[in-house]
């Protein structure tokens, strides 16, 4: 099989896959795997570029995730009036008092000398500026966790359309991935990873106890949609009579157009990723990450500023990882940070990844679509193998009820042998790096 038709023929195996979802299960549960592959993909674009292009071991996708998800809520929903009327002003204060207090240690940690007296006045600063900030704060606080603590106790957002909060899910992560470069790049890559992962569950803690930024661990919901909703297609009289003259019933027709809506947006910010990533890979700056990441020590002998370039595409890829998570938390329409685990949002996507092939854009993109079809439909078949398997038992046969119950644990089993049998056969990726 030549290079060239090879990522033609799993392209078309993975649309094939699809399809048979679609015929088996009903054409929704085939247009939701799409629209979660096309942002699984988005996500694994992401790692590779940290990963693949520059050998960056980031662990920590769940926070650049969740920060995204968190964008659409600051920046879609409706600001709470009630809410910053009792406490926003005096919470806005004590945010800027706490950036001030860290840029306030850092500068004098640069300006003064090595002393005693730069030690003792870094900790008067920010000692003292810990406990004034949490002085104005935690009032702040309470007074917006009181306003309709059942439907709000938040400050809201910008009321802004949502699509505008997929950018801002990018420059959200990437912020964030700036402040976690600075410190953390230097590290060795096991240390790397170590303090990725601490740092991404300190994100999601946040989300899960600050009620008054989203609503912690009681969710919100209602979060707009860039599409119609269903029930607003269904009673528009000329949307049920383009349904009839189709043959469709005007529930399926409204949730098969909402989820198509998704999937052509969906595809569009694919398709403009890929075309940069791809880009940016075939230039100058790409060949260059790709010697950082291949020999460190030789491109330092060039010149090459390998801690400048490493933060360069960290942020790159965190940013795409939190533009992913915007999106699906807008398809999802709401924000549950309970639901951030790291076996969704690490362990899968790393396995999209180094099964797609590591380095290959392309691969990242085959990666995600397959593994998430994987993940979608591999409980279902394994449940109907076992029953076949088991057809020949009594339904009081013991090892007939551990045998269908151990169907859940399909997934987890699955994922593994299909990384062991690429690793074992296809190092590289089912789309190698050329």
């Known amino acids: 099989m030549t290079s060239s038709l090879r990522p033609v023929l799993l392209y078309l195996l993975v649309a094939a896959l699809i399809a048979g979802s679609g015929v088996v299960h009903g054409p929704n549960t085939a247009m939701l795997i799409i629209n979660m592959g096309l942002i699984s993909a988005i996500m694994a674009l992401g790692v590779n570029l940290q990963w693949g292009f520059a050998g960056l071991f980031n662990i920590g996708i769940m926070g ?99 699509l505008l909060a997929w950018p801002m899910g990018g420059v959200l992560a990437a912020g964030a991935a700036w402040i976690i470069g600075k410190t953390a790049l230097g590290l060795r890559s096991d240390y790397l990873a170590i303090a990725t992962l601490g740092i991404a569950e300190i994100v999601i803690a946040v989300l899960k106890n600050e009620d008054w930024l989203a609503r912690g661990v009681k969710n919100v919901i209602g979060i707009p949609r860039p599409v119609p909703q269903e029930i607003d297609l269904q009673a528009s009289a000329e949307f049920v009579r383009g349904a009839a003259s189709l043959g469709l019933d005007p529930v399926l027709a409204s949730t098969l157009y909402v989820k198509l809506a998704y999937m052509v947006l969906f595809t569009v910010v694919l398709v403009i990723l890929l075309w940069l990533a791809q880009k940016a890979l075939n230039s100058p700056w790409g060949r260059m990450m790709r010697a950082i990441r291949d020999n460190e020590t030789a491109a330092e002998a060039m010149g090459k500023d390998v801690t400048a370039r490493h933060l360069q595409i960290f942020i790159l890829g965190s940013a795409i990882c939190g533009i992913a998570g915007a999106m699906m938390t807008t398809l999802d329409g709401q924000l549950t940070p309970g639901t951030y685990q790291p076996l969704r949002f690490t362990f899968l996507i790393w396995v999209m990844v180094i099964v797609g092939g590591s380095g290959n854009n392309f691969g990242a993109v085959l990666g995600g679509m397959l593994i998430w079809w994987l993940w979608v439909e591999v409980e279902p078949i394994g449940l109907t193998a076992l029953d076949f398997i088991t057809s020949g038992m009594s339904d009081t046969n013991w090892l007939k009820g551990h045998l269908n119950d151990a169907a859940a644990h399909m997934r987890l089993l699955t994922m593994g042998v299909i990384l062991l049998l690429v690793l074992r056969f296809s190092p590289r990726g089912l789309i190698p790096e050329k």
Not at 96 to 103: E, I, M, Q, S
Not at 121 to 138: K, N
């Open 64 to 162: 650049f995730v969740a920060l995204g998800g968190l964008a659409t809520v600051l920046v879609a929903t409706p600001p709470v009036t009630a809410g910053w009327s009792a406490g926003g002003l005096r919470i806005m204060i004590a945010l800027a008092l706490g950036a001030a207090t860290v840029v306030a240690a850092v500068l004098i940690q640069k300006r003064m000398a090595r002393g005693m007296t730069r030690t003792l006045l870094t900790l008067v600063v920010l000692v003292g500026g810990f406990f004034l900030y949490r002085a104005i704060l935690d009032p702040g606080v309470d007074a917006v966790e009181a306003i309709h603590p059942a439907s709000a106790g938040n400050l809201g957002g910008l009321g802004l359309p949502v």
